[in-house]
């Protein structure tokens, strides 16, 4: 059974640092990995997304504050958040893109961050 499993999210100061994981099973020749997130009545935006080969793309709001990486052989992908700041409250979904058996994109349930001023 597909599923994307998240973790890590949670509380923190403003300036504080959390890391996500997000592990993929039974999908297969996983492309695309990566994080988006949602605020309550509002449209899920990219944070930032990896290619199977390593290639990085972020959000504005967020380059030079988090990182992501993945790791192929665990198909897990990471989201390192740093000096996090009140506006990054919202909840955090990854997901994975594979093109077999047919091109599908896979998300996970999402994880709550919530930063304190």
């Known amino acids: 059974q597909v599923q994307l499993v998240e973790s890590g999210g949670g509380l923190v100061q403003a300036g504080g640092s959390l890391r996500l994981s997000c592990a993929a099973s039974?999908?297969?020749?996983?492309?695309?990995m990566g994080w988006y997130r949602q605020a309550p009545g509002k449209q899920r935006d990219m944070v930032a997304v990896?290619?199977?080969?390593?290639?990085?793309r972020y959000a504005d709001s967020v380059k030079g504050r988090f990182t992501i990486s993945r790791d192929n052989a665990k198909n897990t992908v990471y989201l390192q958040m740093n000096s996090l700041k009140p506006e990054d409250t919202v909840v955090y979904y990854c997901?994975?893109?594979?093109?077999?058996?047919?091109?599908?994109?896979?998300w996970g349930q999402g994880t709550q961050v919530t930063v304190s001023s």
């Open positions: 997901y994975a893109y594979s093109q077999y058996p047919g091109p599908k994109t896979y």
């Open positions: 990896i290619t199977s080969a390593g290639s990085t």
């Open positions: 039974d999908i297969f020749r996983i492309g695309d």
